[in-house]
């Protein structure tokens, strides 16, 4: 109800929430105040670097040596990518400047070891 409320345009009063929406009494007393977290970013450059340092041919020694992962767990993003681009590029209904380039990353990523995880 409060989501099609907002989505109407019938807002709330500024500052208060509805009755649902409040902690029941003395649920947080004696609790200190929530501090609003940092925002952080959604992806973590180093981790989003090793795809592309692959698709470029940096060895699996190198990737692994740059970063704090385990070999299954990089093997298995770099497959979960390169599964992705395999499916991009074969999708006909995508315009040729989405096709053509996911088509080339999975050929420049589509090798050992990863290929041979992914026959």
Known sequence: MLGSCVAAGVGLPRGRLPS???APPGLLAGRPPV???APRSALVPPLCA???AWASGVSWQDIM???NLDDGDMARLLARTVDMLKQISHNDALLPYLRDP???AFQA???KPIADMLL
């Open 20 to 22: 649902v929406l409040a």
């Open 109 to 111: 990523m589509n090798r």
């Open 50 to 52: 090793c795809p592309q």
């Open 35 to 37: 501090r609003p977290r």
């Open 65 to 67: 040596a740059g970063c």
């Open 102 to 104: 996911a088509r080339a």
